[in-house]
C-alpha cells in the first residue's frame, strides 16, 4: 500500500497544516467538553467536582479520528472549493461532530441558542447526551448528518446512495474498523461495480484502523496491511495507508491530496483501469486522551472507547487529570475572550454551504419533485369487476416506466431490487432504462449498462442502504423484493423510520421523500419454493414503528396498485410498505373506481354485496389480493348453498385505517368504523398477513369479539397456490363456512351446509393429490357479479 | 490463483474419473426427472405429455455445480476413508441433493416408500416439488443438509459453526456467485481469523462461479481471475481454480487433492503462514441442460435459472428437446434393469456414514448433554425481597463460567456475542477461558486464545450463522445481544425457527439443542445511547413465528434469570429468547422462590399484594425487570396515597403463558388465568416492550377490555433511566394513576389524588432539568415489603 507522506512539504503547506492542528485541538477539547462538563467551559475558573455531570456519557475513544479527518477535509474543501458531505461510521463520537459543526458557526446559526461564545460553549457541553439535550449519536440534530450511527454496518451504503446522481459531489466516508467486521458493510465495498466514475459523484472512504471494538481488538487492524491492501484493491479501490503518528498531518494532507487529484483523473476519464481512490488511516484509540489510568493503558487501547476517566466528581486526582487532559489542547490559544474561537481559528473554515457541517443536500433541501404520470393513464380497461385478468406489478411497471422517462434530465428517480426487479414482472422499465453495472459485458447479459436507473446487486443491506443515502439527500426511489426477505431489512428500516422521525421535529431538515417497498413474489404464491419463502410479517414490524412515519397498502388488484405506487411516490418523511401480487389475477375496479376507494383506504363493495338495502347477517372483509379473491369466491359460495344469507363485503387497501385515530392518524373513527362493520354482526375477515396483526389493529374496536381472522398461521410450504389457502383456512370454501357457522338462523341446515362444503374441499384435495395442480374451477375463477342488473353500480 | 489441472493423470486416476463422470450423468439424470416427470422415469415408454409434470417447478440453473461438487467429493472421501458433511449455498437445487441421496442409498433407508428401483426413482421424480412431497429447497427433509438455502448468505457462516470444536470433519461449503453478493456472505470470508487451524475441523469453501443469478451477471464471476485470488487471499484462504471445462474431472480431482494435502499440513502445523485451502469453480449454468430454446443461449445464461424448458406438455417440439436433454446423459449406461443404479454406480459410494447424505452430525444424531451446575448454586442471597442489589446478568455470568468449566472436555459449548459479551457482565467466563481468536496479539489486548470458548466478531449475522452452524451439528449456545440490534438477525432466525419446525417432523433427524438468545442492553436503559439502541421488537417478531419452537422469557431478577438461562439450555429443537437487564437492580426472590414462580411462568405475588384475604381493586401486572421495579414502586405510591385500595401484583416470567392454550403450548387455561388476573377488576401491566404485544397476546381472554397496557411507545432517547419510564407511562406515578383512575370508589377524592401524582412528577422534571440524573428517591429506590410481618412469606 502506498504509504504517506513521502515528501517534504513546503513553508506554505506547514502553515496550513499548522491550522489544521489548531483545529484539530480546538474540536477535541470541545468534545471532551461536552463528555464532561456542565459548566466553566473555558476553565476560567478552577475545575471543582460540580463542574463536572454526574452522569458521564460518550464515546471518547473514536473522537480524535473523526476530528482529525474533519479538519484534513476542511483545509481541501478550502484550497480546491470542493462540495464534500461527510458520513461518519462510527456516529456514536456525536461529540465530534458537534464541535466541528460550532467551530464552523452552523451550530450557532441552526441553534441560536448555543452562540459562539462562552455560554453558547456551555450550552453545547451541557446539553450533549443530557436530558432534553442531544444523544451522543449522530442524530439527526446534528448539523450535516445523514448517518446516525448507532447499529453499525451502514455507513459506506449510505455514502454510496448519496453518491448515485451527484457527479460534482465526493462523499467522504469515515468507516471504523469494527463496524467493518459487518456483513452490511463487507458488501459495500463491491460499490465501484455500480458507481459511475463520472456520472455519480465520488465515494471517499476513509477507513479508520484504530484497533480496537468496545473491548477487542479489530480484524482489519490485526493483518498485514498489504493483505488488507489487497482485501481493498480487489474490490475496486486504490488505497493510501496514513499511519505515522509522529507527522500525522504531513502524511494525512499529502494523502488527501493524491486521493483528490485521483478523483479527478476519474472524472476526466484519464485514469483507465484505476481503482477509486480512499484512504487507510492508523491512529491509536483515544488518541490526546489520558495515556493511562490506573496502570492501565487507556490512550491506543479499548480502554478509551467510551469514558476513559470515570468517578471524576468523586476523585479530586481524577478531576485533576481531567483538568491536564483539557489543558494539553491549550484552549488560551483556541479560544477568545468572549469564549469563540479566535478570529484565526472562525476564518479557517470553508464557506457556507461547502462547510460539510452546512451541506444542503444533507440537510434535504435539495429537492426536485417528480414528475409523475397520471395513474388513470397507467390502469387495466375493466369496465366490469372480474371481466380481465392482469399482474399487477406487470401494470405497475408501465407505469414506473413513464415515471422513468419523465424524470431521466433530472436523474433523481432509481429503482432497487436484489435481482428480482425482473422476476416482479418490472421489466417494462427496461424499455427506458438499463441496470447499473460498471463491469464488463457479455453476450448472454440484458439490459445493463454503467446508467442504467435500476440498480440490482442481490443484497438486500446494499438496496436499502443505498436507497436510504439515495432518499435522504432528497431524491426519490422504489426498494423492490420478495415479501418473505424484506425481513433481512428488518433492523435497518426500523432505524430509517427512528431517523425520520426525530428529523421531522428538525425544522432546518426538509421532508426527504418517502421510503417506498414494493414486496411482491408474497407468501401465498410462494407455493413453489416452500416454507423459507413465505413470511408476510415484515408488515406486522413496520406496524410496531411510530405511526407518524408508517403506512402499509394492501391494493387488492392491478389499478389500486398504480394509484397507491402514485401516491407513495409523492408523500415525504415515511415509510411506506406495499403488498401486491405479481400472477395473473382478476381485476376488480375501473381507474375511477380505484382512485375514490384507495382515497377512503378501505370501503362497502356494494357491487359484491348481497346484502341489498337490508341488513347485513355477516361481513366477509378482506385486505391483499389473494384474500380479496378468495373473499368474492366465497360470496358465490354462499349465493349457492344459502342464497338467502346477507353479506356485505369490505375491502380494505389501507391497513392503518383499521388503527383508532389515537393510534394513527389514519385511523378512522369509531362511528365510522361501526357504519363499515356494522354494530352487532359477525365479521370474517381474510387477511393477507399473520391474522393476530388485524387482532393488534382492533383490539380496541367496539364488536372486536366478533371479529374472526383467517390468514397466514404458517402451513402450506411446498404446494399449489390454492392449497396454500386451503391449509390456512383462506380459502373461499373456509371462509364460507366461518360465515354460515355465524348466522344464527342456518343454525337447522348448518350441518347439512357444512357437508356440502367438505364434500367441495375433498374434491380439491383429490384433485391436488392426482395431478399435483389445482381444480380448474378454483384456478381459472373469475368473478361473476350477484347483481346482473350493473355489477360495478 | 493456481489453476488445475497441472499434470496429466495416471491410468488409475483416468478410471476413477470415469466414474466420478458417470455418477454426475446419473445424478443429472436424476435431477431432471424430478423438475419434470411424474411418470416414466427411464423412458421406458416414449415420452408423452402425461408423463410430464402440470405445473414446472424447480431450479435447474445451479444442479450440474452441485452434482459434480458431491460426485467429486465423494472421489476424495471413498480414496482418504475421510468425514465430510456438505453445506449447499444454492440449496435452492435440492433435486441434486435428492439425488445423490437416493444414489448413495440414503434416500431408501430413509424413505422405505423411495426404493431404489424403478417404482422408487418414479416416486422420487413424483414427489418432488409436489403438494404433499418435497420442497425444491434443502428443506430438512434433505439427507445430509443442515441449510436450506432459501434466504441466501449463510452458507458459509453455516459451515463455520459446523467446524467449530470438530477437529476431524471436513465441511465442505458450496457457495453461488450469486450469495456471494450478500453481506453476510461477505463478512464470512473472514472465519480463518477465527477457525482453529486443527482444534476445529476444516472449512472448504468451493466458490460456484457459474456467472449468473437470477437475471444479471454475478459481481465475482466478471472481476479479473487475479483480483478474486487477492479478494480471497487477503481474507486468510489460498485459492485454487477449476475452470477447464473440457477436462473438469481432472481439473477438479487434482485441485480438491491439493486441498486435502494442504489441509492435512495444516493440521499437522507444518503450514506456518499458509492460507486455508479452497476451490474456485467456473461452469456454466445449466451446464449440460438444453444449449439453445427460441434461439436463446440457455446453457450458460441466467435463463437456465429455473426451468429452462417450460410449455412441455403443451408443445410436442418441447416434449422432443426434454427427451433429447434426459437421454443426453445415457440413462441406459447407469440404471438396471430394476430401475436402480448398476451394480458399479451402486457400488461407487462411500460406507455407512461416511456418505455425506447419512452424516449423522447433520442429523443431530452426535450429541452430549450438557453438564450443568445447579441454579441455586449460583444465586443471589435473598432473604426478603429488595434487600439486595444485584446485576443479573453478572450472576449468569458466574453460572455461565461453571457450565464452562463442567463442559471443557466435552468442547460443546460455546458463547457468542458482538463485541458485547463483557459490556454484557458475563465477563466472569473469562476467569477460566478467552475471546477465539486466530490474529496476532498485542499488550492492551485481553483474554484472547485461538481455542477461547466465547467467539466474538462485531457482526450479529456471523454471530447467529455461526451458532446455528453449531447447534445444527448437536452443540449448545447462547448468543448474548443488545436487545434493539437483534432485529438484524430477524430474518435469520425465521428461517431457523422454519427449520426447526419441519425438523420436527422428519424421524431421522435427533431435535437439536435449542437456539438460546439473552438480550440485554436493553430498552430501559439505552437511555445514554439515545433512538437508535431502544427497540424492544425482537420478542414480537419471535412470537409471530410457530408457537411449537417459540419461548420468550423475561425474568425480573438474577436468581429468576439463572434459573431460566439453566432452563433454557437444557431444551431442545427450540428458540428461546430471554430478556434480562445488566444493571445493579433490586433482587425480588431466592433461589428456591425463584425456582417455583420461573416453573409456573407467571404467578401472583402475595408478598407484594396489598389485596389481604379480600378481593382486589385492581390488579398492577409486569412483565420485565424495570416494569417489576416500577410495578412495586407503584404498590407503594398507592398505599401512601390511598391505603384502603388493594393492589394484586402478578408477575409474568414465561411470556407465551399469556396465550390461550389453542394458540401455544404454554398458553395457560382461561380458568387458571382468570384465578391470577380475576374476572373482572382493571389490570394494569407495566410491561417491557411495545403494549400491542400484550393486546395480540390476550385479545381472546375473558376481560380483555379492562386491560391497560404501559410498555415502551418509542419515546424517551436520550435522558435518565428513571426518565425513560415516565416519558412511556411506565413509570410508578403513572402506574399508580392508572390504577386510582380504575377504582370507581375512588372518584370523589381522584382529582386530589392525581393532583399529587403530577406534583410527584413535576419535581422529577425539575431535578432531571436541573441536574442532568434521576431525583435519589427514586435512583436508589429500594422495595419495603407491605406485610412488615414477613414479606417473603
Redesign the interface.
Known amino acids: 500500500m502506498t504509504v504517506f507522506p513521502m515528501t517534504a512539504p513546503s513553508d506554505a503547506d506547514e502553515m496550513a497544516l499548522g491550522r489544521v492542528d489548531a483545529w484539530w485541538r480546538a474540536a477535541n477539547y470541545l468534545s471532551v467538553g461536552q463528555i464532561y462538563l ?1 459548566d466553566n467551559p473555558l476553565l476560567r475558573e478552577p475545575l471543582r467536582a460540580e463542574h463536572v ?3 458521564l ?1 460518550g464515546h471518547w475513544g473514536t473522537v480524535p479520528g473523526i476530528t482529525l479527518t474533519y479538519a484534513h477535509l476542511n483545509r481541501v474543501i478550502m484550497r480546491n472549493g470542493l462540495e464534500v458531505m461527510l458520513v461518519t461510521g462510527p456516529g ?1 463520537g456525536a461529540a465530534a461532530l458537534n464541535a466541528a459543526a460550532w467551530l464552523e458557526g452552523t451550530y450557532s446559526e441552526l441553534y441560536p441558542e448555543v452562540g459562539q461564545d462562552e455560554a453558547g460553549m456551555a450550552a453545547l457541553f ?1 446539553q450533549f ?9 449522530a ?1 439527526p440534530q446534528v448539523p450535516g448528518s445523514i448517518h ?6 451502514y455507513s459506506l451504503a449510505h455514502a454510496t446512495g448519496a453518491a448515485f446522481d451527484n457527479p460534482g459531489l465526493i462523499v467522504a466516508c469515515l468507516i471504523g474498523d ?2 467493518a ?10 460499490a465501484p ?1 455500480f458507481l459511475h466514475p463520472w456520472r455519480d459523484g465520488a465515494v471517499l472512504p476513509i477507513l479508520h484502523l484504530n484497533g ?8 482489519l487492524s ?2 498485514p496491511s498489504e ?2 491492501a ?2 481493498l ?3 475496486g479501490w486504490d488505497p493510501i495507508e496514513v499511519a505515522d503518528t509522529a507527522q500525522v498531518h504531513r502524511a494525512y494532507a499529502a494523502a488527501l491530496d493524491e486521493c483528490l487529484a485521483r478523483i479527478e483523473r476519474i472524472r476526466r476519464g484519464t485514469a483507465h483501469g484505476a481503482g477509486r481512490p480512499m484512504i487507510v488511516l492508523r491512529t491509536p484509540k483515544g488518541w490526546t486522551g489520558p495515556s493511562h489510568v490506573d496502570g492501565h ?1 487507556v490512550e ?4 478509551s472507547h467510551q469514558v476513559p476517566l470515570t468517578n471524576v466528581r468523586e476523585d479530586p486526582a481524577r478531576l485533576d487529570m481531567l483538568r491536564q487532559w483539557l489543558v494539553s489542547y491549550r484552549p488560551e490559544e483556541l479560544f477568545g475572550t468572549d469564549g469563540g474561537p479566535t478570529p484565526s481559528l472562525a476564518a479557517w473554515r470553508p464557506g457556507g454551504e461547502r462547510r460539510m457541517s452546512a451541506n444542503p443536500r444533507a440537510h434535504g433541501q435539495v429537492q426536485r419533485d417528480l414528475r409523475l404520470p397520471d395513474p388513470a393513464a397507467h390502469s387495466v380497461a375493466v369496465t366490469a369487476p372480474g371481466e380481465v385478468t392482469a399482474q399487477a406489478t406487470s401494470v405497475l411497471g408501465d407505469y414506473l416506466r413513464e415515471a422513468l422517462l419523465r424524470n431521466e434530465s433530472n436523474a433523481n428517480l432509481l429503482l432497487f431490487a436484489p ?5 416482479n414482472r418490472l421489466d417494462a422499465a427496461f424499455d427506458v432504462t438499463s ?1 447499473r ?1 460498471q ?8 439490459y ?1 449498462s454503467p446508467t442504467g436507473r435500476v440498480v ?7 438496496c436499502q442502504g443505498w436507497l436510504e443515502g439515495y432518499l435522504l439527500t432528497g431524491r426519490h426511489g422504489l426498494f423492490s423484493t420478495y415479501e ?2 424484506a ?2 431489512v ?2 435497518m428500516v ?2 430509517h423510520a ?1 431517523w425520520l ?2 428529523a421531522g421535529s428538525v425544522p432546518w431538515r426538509r421532508p426527504v421523500p418517502s421510503l417506498n417497498y414494493l414486496l411482491t413474489s408474497h407468501v401465498w404464491r410462494q407455493d ?6 413465505q ?1 408476510p ?1 415484515f408488515i ?2 413496520i406496524l ?3 405511526p407518524e412515519v408508517t403506512r402499509v397498502y394492501l391494493p387488492p388488484d392491478a389499478n389500486t396498485l398504480v394509484w397507491v405506487a402514485d401516491h407513495c411516490l409523492r408523500t415525504h418523511g415515511q415509510v411506506n410498505v406495499i403488498v401486491a401480487g405479481k400472477q395473473p389475477a382478476p381485476q376488480y375496479l375501473s381507474a375511477e373506481k380505484a382512485a375514490a376507494h384507495c382515497a377512503q383506504g378501505l370501503g362497502v363493495w356494494e357491487w359484491a354485496s348481497t346484502d341489498g338495502d337490508g341488513e347485513a347477517d355477516v361481513v366477509l372483509a378482506c385486505a391483499g389480493d389473494v384474500p380479496t379473491m378468495e373473499t368474492l369466491a366465497a360470496v358465490h359460495v354462499l349465493a349457492e348453498l344459502a342464497p338467502d344469507v346477507r353479506v356485505r363485503v369490505v375491502n380494505v387497501v389501507d391497513l392503518t385505517r383499521l388503527f383508532t385515530p389515537g393510534r394513527h392518524p389514519h385511523g378512522l373513527s369509531d362511528q365510522d368504523f361501526t357504519e363499515i362493520f356494522t354494530a352487532d354482526q359477525p365479521v370474517i375477515f381474510a387477511f393477507h398477513g ?1 391474522p ?2 388485524i ?2 389493529l382492533t ?2 374496536r367496539p364488536n ?1 369479539d366478533n371479529l374472526h381472522v383467517h390468514g397466514f398461521r ?1 402451513r402450506g ?4 397456490p390454492f ?1 396454500m389457502c386451503v391449509l390456512n383456512d383462506l380459502d373461499r370454501f373456509h371462509l364460507a363456512l366461518a360465515a354460515l357457522e355465524r348466522v344464527p338462523r342456518l343454525a337447522a341446515r348448518l350441518g347439512h351446509l357444512r357437508q356440502r362444503i367438505l364434500d367441495r374441499l375433498a374434491e380439491h384435495a383429490e384433485c ?2 392426482r ?3 389445482d381444480l380448474p374451477a378454483v384456478r381459472d375463477w373469475t368473478w361473476h357479479s350477484p347483481h346482473p342488473d350493473g355489477a360495478n353500480s
Do not use: C, M
Request: hydrophobic share 25%.
Open positions: 456542565l455531570k454526574s452522569r456519557v456514536h451541557r447526551s443530557f436530558p432534553g439535550g442531544v444523544p451522543s449519536h442524530s446516525e450511527g448507532g447499529e453499525l454496518g469494527g463496524e467486521e459487518t456483513g452490511p458493510l463487507a458488501a459495500s465495498w463491491q461495480r480496537y471494538k468496545i473491548a477487542n481488538p479489530t480484524v490485526r493483518i493483505q488488507l489487497a482485501y484493491r480487489s474490490q493503558a491506543g487501547s479499548w480502554r435481482d428480482e426487479h425482473a422476476s441496470r453495472w463491469l464488463p459485458t457479455q453476450d448472454n447479459d440484458q445493463l440490482e446487486v442481490l443484497s438486500e443491506h446494499l418473505a426477505f425481513h433481512v428488518d433492523s426500523a432505524q427512528k422521525l426525530t413453489h419454493n416452500g416454507a423459507s419463502h413470511d410479517g406486522d414490524h410496531s414503528k411510530r399473520y393476530w396483526l387482532h393488534q383490539y380496541d372486536h404458517d410450504s411446498t404446494t399449489t392449497d391436488v393429490r395431478t399435483g395442480d
